[in-house]
């Protein structure tokens, strides 16, 4: 069965920096592309980044283009996202996402294996 767990999140001001992680378990890293989605509150869930296998084709939002880095780790089977100067309007859950194919897409639809989330914050 496929698992990916999010986590990292927290509370940070704004300007600050955190890393998300997404352990993936078994064959998924090296054989599914991966994203991050987020849902901020009473707005449906958008696009974060996304990565096709083997680190390929990164893809990011224009509104975090610049700031966030997604990458990844095969050994340990974990996908990271690296968020820098962050602002408030980057409170939301964020979703790690894997896809059953190995390019990345940008369309939440396309992929089918979701984790639990975790909350970032970011306060003024």
């Known amino acids: 069965q496929v698992h990916v767990v999010e986590s990292g999140g927290g509370l940070v001001q704004a300007g600050g920096s955190l890393r998300l992680s997404c352990a993936a378990s078994?064959?998924?890293?090296?054989?599914?592309?991966m994203g991050w989605f987020r849902r901020a509150p009473g707005k449906e869930r958008e696009f974060v980044a996304s990565r096709s296998t083997g680190g390929r084709s990164p893809y990011y939002a224009d509104s975090v283009k610049g700031r966030f880095t997604i990458s990844g780790d095969n050994a340990k089977g974990t996908l990271y996202l690296q968020m820098n100067n962050l602002k408030p309007e980057d409170t939301a859950v964020y979703y790690c996402?894997?896809?059953?194919?190995?390019?990345?897409?940008?369309?939440?639809?396309?992929?089918?294996?979701w984790g639990q989330g975790t909350q970032v914050t970011v306060s003024a």
């Open positions: 996402a894997a896809r059953d194919s190995n390019w990345a897409s940008l369309e939440a639809n396309d992929y089918s294996y």
């Open positions: 078994g064959r998924i890293f090296s054989s599914y592309a």
